[in-house]
């Protein structure tokens, strides 16, 4: 079982940038599949980049070339760095975590950190 922490949220003016930590406990966090996920006021969750065990990345259009998803696996933490935000990626940004094993949806969520981008 892996337990999930995330940090970094807060309010930033557009155009400006914010990294988001998730902090994982529990055993084995190099073999786990990792996310970042997002759901805004009225919408429904939805996936803003993710990253395999091996390294391999994938984003949400919306997000190319702004945001960076990366891990450090010695330190059981996945980033998220943020940059030229919009007010449009307002929303509270949850962290996720495969394993190999189970399926996708069964894996496990934080409590989520809120971004706020305004002027």
């Known amino acids: 079982q892996v337990q999930l922490v995330e940090s970094g949220g807060g309010l930033v003016q557009p155009g400006g940038s914010l990294r988001l930590s998730c902090a994982a406990s529990g055993r084995d966090f190099s073999i786990y599949a990792m996310a970042w996920y997002r759901q805004a006021p009225g919408k429904q969750r939805e996936l803003v980049a993710g990253?395999?065990?091996?390294?391999?990345?994938n984003y949400a259009d919306s997000v190319k070339g702004r945001f960076t998803i990366s891990r450090d696996n010695a330190k059981n933490t996945v980033y998220l760095q943020m940059n030229s935000l919009k007010p449009e990626d307002t929303a509270v940004y949850y962290c996720?975590?495969?394993?190999?094993?189970?399926?996708?949806?069964?894996?496990?969520w934080g409590q989520g950190t809120q971004v706020t981008v305004s002027s």
């Open positions: 990253i395999t065990s091996g390294g391999s990345t």
């Open positions: 996720k975590a495969g394993h190999p094993t189970t399926d996708w949806n069964r894996g496990y």
